[in-house]
């Protein structure tokens, strides 16, 4: 796991190699994301299983709504042999970077 700021992070997700991915809550998603995310919630069940099945050809970029939660995935999916960005301080700093939030 790479962990990077606002800006760093905002970099890393052009590139088409990076899955952007959102470990809040389904209800914490729907109230806003960055663009282009998918949501799998940290908190879940099923957490496990449901990254298990994704590409570990590509890199995650995860978030989480201060930055605990999308450390926590990162460190389950890095263990599982995936590549990680964590972005510090969540969608909160996003949002305080004035970062489009959609």
């Known amino acids: 796991m790479k962990n990077l700021d606002v800006s760093q992070f ?3 997700i052009t590139d088409k190699n990076v899955v952007v991915l959102d470990v809040r809550t389904p209800a914490e998603f729907a109230q806003g994301r960055i663009a282009n995310s998918i949501n799998i ?3 879940s069940d099923y957490f496990m299983s ?3 099945g994704l ?3 590509v890199e995650y970029a995860i978030y989480c709504r201060s930055g605990k939660r999308s450390v926590d995935a990162a460190i389950a999916m890095d263990e599982l042999g995936f590549s990680t960005i964590n972005l510090m301080g969540g969608i909160i700093a996003w949002h305080e970077s004035n970062r489009e939030i959609i």
């Open 10 to 12: 905002a970099e890393k």
């Open 41 to 43: 919630d940290v908190l």
């Open 55 to 57: 590409d570990k050809g």
């Open 50 to 52: 449901d990254v298990a």
